[in-house]
């Protein structure tokens, strides 16, 4: 669809589950990102690997776990949520450059739609 | 710190008339600007940016921005709507100078456009 497939796309887990999202990217870029989308709320940005080093954490909670092997794909492990966390969760890519052209416009994919019982 | 204001949850604009989602800025230094658009079940989509030069800058299916320093705005305009425009459209923000600014793109909360024939 977009060159960036998560998967699943919907997940229901009780608050003792442990599970995991999946993102690939075949765009060959040299970042990722997870982002949280809730209703009526900006966007707000996990992690960011860059060259599966991981260069941004914006304090989000220990029981939200990125995993990065290699620079197409982004996991991010799930332990013991609590129902707030619901929520649709954004995976994205980019070509980050130092120059002007760069711009580092992201490509996102359709999302993994998480519901906390 | 960076931040993105859209002040309308909702716009609704008949179909063949002018449309317009507004947003505003906080950054220091000269920002990249970006609208993203998110059709239902679907992740973002690039619209358009400015990074610099003519402060009016036209991006996919028609749209078009206008870049304003003085009131820090950029809003997404478009002369003729479609019902088919109808969906969630997103503004963002990055200031390259931030260390990790090549990476932390910020979002505002979204702006759902309604366009009916």
């Known amino acids: 669809e977009t060159g960036v497939t998560q998967t699943p796309r919907h997940l229901v887990m009780g608050m003792t589950n442990k599970k995991s999202l999946k993102c690939e990217q075949h765009?060959?870029?040299?970042?990722m990102y997870w982002y949280k989308q809730s209703a009526k709320k900006p966007l707000e940005l996990m992690f960011v690997?860059?060259?599966?080093?991981?260069?941004e954490n914006n304090s989000v909670p220990s029981r939200f776990s990125p995993e990065c092997p290699n620079s197409s794909h982004l996991f991010l492990h799930l332990h013991t949520l609590q129902p707030e966390d619901s929520a649709l969760y954004l995976c994205?890519?980019?070509?980050?450059?130092?120059?002007?052209?760069?711009?580092?416009?992201?490509?996102f994919g359709a999302g993994s739609r998480l519901t906390v019982l | 710190a960076q931040s993105v204001a859209q002040p309308e949850d909702q716009v609704n604009v008949a179909e063949g008339n002018p449309l317009t989602v507004k947003c505003t800025y906080s950054v220091s230094g000269n920002p990249y600007l970006f609208w993203y658009v998110q059709y239902p079940n679907r992740g973002l989509q690039f619209l358009l940016k400015y990074i610099t030069g003519d402060n009016l800058v036209k991006g996919s299916y028609g749209f078009e921005a206008e870049f304003n320093k003085s009131q820090t705005s950029f809003h997404l305009k478009k002369p003729s709507a479609l019902v088919s425009d109808s969906a969630l459209y997103f503004c963002a923000v990055r200031d390259p100078r931030s260390g990790t600014g090549g990476f932390k793109t910020i979002f505002g909360a979204g702006t759902r456009l309604f366009v009916k024939a």
């Open positions: 690997y860059s060259l599966e080093e991981r260069v």
């Open positions: 994205a890519s980019s070509q980050v450059s130092q120059g002007l052209s760069g711009a580092n416009v992201l490509t």
């Open positions: 765009l060959g870029h040299n970042a």
